[in-house]
């Protein structure tokens, strides 16, 4: 009988000395393996497909809160600051997560080829959301984690899935909200461009009316368009980056808390730690202690260093793993 994709995914991992984010063969594919819930992470999402093949997590972002289990997928269309904690994994059932990157080019150009084009949502989409794991895409990316066992059958094969993948998103139950997010002539595209300019200069004072003309849109229809992508607000989306961001330079480059907050852009100490305990649920000394101890206490993570130490601890996406 055919291996399911838990099966797979739990052989990659199995017998490996640490759980965590595994990097494979498949550039920009992920196993995350969880043998115990684990405390939330804070990261900021890339657009990208996380399969749940076992196990449940939830993720938020803003006010919104996503639940998904096996048989179940996040869609992320569009960079956000986000919550994300594994709720339901034990050693005999581990969490089992397989994070495939989405490229929004390649998106572009299979809607391009298809015929009729895909239609985008004609109103404000989000640009997070749950969807079913089943079928054709379901088939699709099992196949792609079947490449992890024949390393040679990667460069022929693996543009084709990928491209596969592409199509039954834009053909599936949310291809209205995905053709909103990829498609060039959008009305998403010059939010989505915006707020690319936005996390670029995240330390500077935010200007929505700045946002809203490289947008194109007035300043209310640019507020509205961004909060339901991101169910954030601009100044909301900018004092998450900010925070996170301090956090990492306090936790990885040890810097003291009015150093990390003025690096980020904030004036006021005081401002600072009132809005980092707000997000994080302690103050920033207390909370650097804690994921420190959190972070020692770790062996797999004890083992890294630099740049993926930083990912280990604040949990972000990379092509790597959790940058």
């Known amino acids: 009988m055919p291996e399911s994709l838990p099966d797979i995914l ?19 594919l992920t196993i995350l393996r969880s043998d115990h819930p684990k405390p939330p992470t804070y ?3 890339r657009p990208g497909l996380c399969v749940v093949a076992q196990g449940a997590k939830w993720a938020a972002f803003g006010d919104d809160r996503l639940e998904y289990r096996a048989g179940q997928a996040l869609l992320i269309g569009v960079e956000t600051p986000s919550i994300g904690r594994v709720v339901e994994a034990s050693p005999d059932r581990p969490c089992l997560v397989l994070m495939i990157e989405l490229d929004v080019a390649l998106l572009r150009g299979v809607a391009e080829d298809m015929a009729p084009p895909p239609r985008a949502s004609a109103k404000p989409c989000r640009g997070v959301f749950v969807t079913d794991f089943q079928g054709a895409l379901a088939d699709c990316v099992l196949r792609l984690a079947r490449l992890l066992d024949t390393p040679r059958a990667i460069p022929p094969l693996l543009p084709g899935i990928l491209r596969e993948m592409c199509y039954w998103l834009l053909a599936g139950p949310h291809a209205g909200d995905v053709a909103r997010i990829a498609l060039a002539g959008s009305p998403t595209r010059p939010v989505v461009d915006a707020m690319q300019h936005l996390r670029e200069r995240f330390r ?13 849109m007035s300043a209310s229809a640019f507020h509205r368009q ?5 169910s954030l ?16 330079l306090m936790i990885v480059h040890a810097c003291h808390v009015e150093t990390a907050a003025f690096e980020v852009g904030y004036e006021s100490p005081s401002q600072f730690n009132r809005e980092y305990a707000r997000l994080f649920g302690a103050p920033p000394k207390r909370d650097v202690v804690r994921s420190r101890a959190t972070f020692a206490g770790d062996p797999a993570e004890r083992k890294k260093d630099g740049a993926s130490a930083a990912r280990a601890v604040m949990g972000h996406l990379s092509r790597e793993g959790l940058r």
């Open 10 to 28: 739990l052989r990659h991992t199995k017998g490996q000395p640490e759980q965590g984010a595994y990097a494979t063969a498949v550039d920009g």
């Open 43 to 45: 990261r900021v999402s």
């Open 204 to 216: 500077e004072p935010v200007r929505i009316a700045e946002l809203a003309a490289l947008a194109r």
């Open 226 to 230: 961004f909060k339901a992508l991101t």
């Open 233 to 248: 607000t601009p100044l909301q989306y900018q004092k998450r980056l900010r925070l996170m961001e301090a956090r990492r």
